[in-house]
Each structure stands twice: as structure tokens, then as C-alpha cells.
């Protein structure tokens, strides 16, 4: 399976140790405040080490985190990662963040259309779920884009902040998410031809 997904806009690859010092640099308390575990003021050497612990999750197919880059200037704009979170089925539980000069242009929707069925097959997971702030709308409309479905509510704690605090959490099938990038694909194909 390729390691490199390409979009109209973006590049997307597993985290590299040379996207140290961007990933710190991006993790402003803004994009911080809205996920669960990420420091800010995050330093070069942390995200150095979560960097080497996502190497090691993509060896053990546990776990993946793609760099988010600009395909033209070769910029890192943020990441996307899942994990596999174990039960019955494998069920693996999604992660995204984008600096804030990156916000509001489309790109997470660009890189979670092409992120997400790849992590389907790189993790073999049957579903995937995401865990979104209730106020956080514009990550629940990239999920719902996906054919994500609303399950339910959930407290969580957020280790970065010593609390415990409420998400809204919404899962859809892998057989679900496959079909409908297939029908992108198609779409997209029948357009050009
Ligand atoms: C959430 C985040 C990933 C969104 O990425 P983005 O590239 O800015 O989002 P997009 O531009 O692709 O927009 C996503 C959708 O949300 C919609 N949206 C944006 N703001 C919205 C709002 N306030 N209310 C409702 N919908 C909104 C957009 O219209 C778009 O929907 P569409 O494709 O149907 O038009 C980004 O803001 C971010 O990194 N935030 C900080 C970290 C974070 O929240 N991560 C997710 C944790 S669950």
C-alpha cells in the first residue's frame, strides 16, 4: 500500500522527524484547546517524541499520523492520525488538526476524504470513530461529510488539561466509508472522461 496520498491540494505521508519544529510551532492553545491530548506551548522536543511513537504505532499497523503538507511549497499545515482503540470489532478512533492560518479553506475536508479510507485499510479497521466538542461544528461537518453517524455523548478526559469534559461522538462502518469514496472515484472519472 502506497505511504503517499495526494490530493488536488495537499500531500499527505507519515509524520517525519523534520516535522519536528512545525508541529510545535502550529500547536497553538486555539487548535490544542480542541483535542484531547496535544500540549501548547508544545516544544520541538515533544512533538519529536510523538513523532517516534507514531513510527512505532505504524510498524505495529496500531496506529498512523499523516503530515498534512502544501503539495506546492512542501509546508506542513497540520496532521491527520487514527488509532486502533481495541473492542470486539477494530475500531479505530480518528485525530485532525490544522495550523490557524489553515483554517476556513477546505483542507481538512480535502485531506480526510483521501486520510480516512486509507486508514481503513492501513489499520484494517472494520469502523471508525471521532470524539468532537460540541461546539467544534466545523469538525462535525467534515465527519458527517464522510458518512460518519451520530452515536452519542461521551465524557472524556483530556489529560492536557487535568479534566474531564463532554463530546459528541460519531462512527461510521469501513465498508460504509470505502463505498462512498469509490463513489468520488467514479463520480470524479465519469466528469473527466
Ligand atoms: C476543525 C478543523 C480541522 C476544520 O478544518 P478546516 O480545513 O478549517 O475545515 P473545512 O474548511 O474543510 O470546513 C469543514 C466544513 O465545516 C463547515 N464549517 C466551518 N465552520 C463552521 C461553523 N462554524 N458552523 C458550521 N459549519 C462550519 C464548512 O462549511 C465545511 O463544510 P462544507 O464542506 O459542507 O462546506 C480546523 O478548524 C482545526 O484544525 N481546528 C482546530 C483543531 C480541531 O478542532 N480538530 C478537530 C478536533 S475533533
Known sequence: MTMTVETRRLALRPVEAQDAAATARLMTPLVAGELISW????????????????????????????????????????????AVIGGERRLGTLGYWLGEDFHDQGYMTEAARAAVPWFAQALRLDAIEACIHPHNFASQAIVEGLGFQLKGRRRIFADTRGAEEDFITFAVPSAVLCAAAARRANRKAAAIG
Open 39 to 82: 500540549p501548547s506551548p508544545m516544544t520541538a522536543a515533544q512533538a519529536a517524541e510523538r513523532i517516534e511513537r507514531s513510527a512505532a504505532g505504524l510498524v505495529a499497523a496500531d496506529s498512523a499520523d499523516l503530515a498534512i503538507l502544501d503539495r506546492r511549497s512542501g509546508a506542513l499545515l497540520g496532521w491527520i492520525g487514527a
